[in-house]
């Protein structure tokens, strides 16, 4: 079955510098990447999500790339602020079943 | 209004006990599911329903049992709790088939076993 794999499982960034988490994906059969942020007390949500037939996609700060050859795919987060700490997962998705990284718990320090 | 809603928010109870997690979404979507997420936020697929029927079974066991009375609910049922089954179990919608099929999740049931 898939699997995937999320580095690394904390990040401190210093507010306003950028944040790089990154992931990889077992199953070349995977056509869709979600990524969920999830704040304390609540369930995730979804930030952003690419599909298999696109290699980058940006909203405001947040983009996220997809290489379908190295099954790898990133979440950059530019220009962090306070509100960006929370956990982020990311998840492939294979015939609607979608399967999570283990998370990375990302500080922005002051 | 909420779209995925789970009850109660949290649920403290005894091992050997039987307890209940019910979710309901109101956002038409044909798919329900069940996730659980340990100490370490490691999110785990249990069990997913395409309009009431069962579609995915994670290997989880028989003491837990789902039930869709319909494709806007579905509930939790575990049996003979144990202490391992302590974490916080998030129900979720997505309407798959669709060119996006995000899962929209609950805000989670926080279940203690003591």
């Known amino acids: 079955g898939e699997n995937v794999e999320q580095h690394p499982s904390t990040l401190s960034v210093q507010e306003g510098d950028s944040a790089v988490i990154k992931c990889t994906y077992s199953?070349?059969?995977?056509?869709?990447f979600p990524w969920y942020k999830q704040e304390l007390g609540k369930g995730p949500q979804l930030i952003i999500d690419i599909r298999s037939n696109v290699g980058e996609k940006k909203d405001q700060r947040i983009a996220v790339t997809l290489n379908k050859t190295a099954k790898h795919f990133s979440l950059h987060i530019t220009e962090t602020q306070p509100e960006d700490s929370a956990v982020y997962f990311c998840?492939?998705?294979?015939?609607?079943?979608?399967?999570f990284g283990k998370g990375t718990r990302l500080h922005i320090l002051p | 209004d909420t779209a995925v809603s789970q009850t109660p928010k949290y649920l403290v109870t005894q091992m050997g006990n039987d307890k209940s997690i019910k979710c309901e979404q109101n956002l038409g979507h044909d798919t329900m599911y069940w996730y659980k997420q340990d100490s370490k936020k490691f999110l785990k697929i249990m069990f997913s329903?395409?309009?009431?029927?069962?579609?995915i079974n994670e290997t989880v066991p028989n003491r837990f049992s789902p039930k869709s009375p319909d494709k806007a609910h579905l509930n939790l049922h575990i049996n003979s709790l144990e202490l391992g089954d302590s974490a916080v179990y998030f129900c979720?919608?997505?309407?798959?088939?669709?060119?996006?099929?995000?899962?929209?999740f609950g805000n989670g049931t926080r279940l203690t076993v003591t």
């Open positions: 329903y395409n309009n009431k029927e069962l579609i």
């Open positions: 998840a492939a998705s294979i015939h609607d079943k979608i399967i």
């Open positions: 979720a919608s997505s309407q798959p088939g669709t060119q996006n099929s995000p899962l929209h």
């Open positions: 199953d070349s059969a995977s056509n869709y």
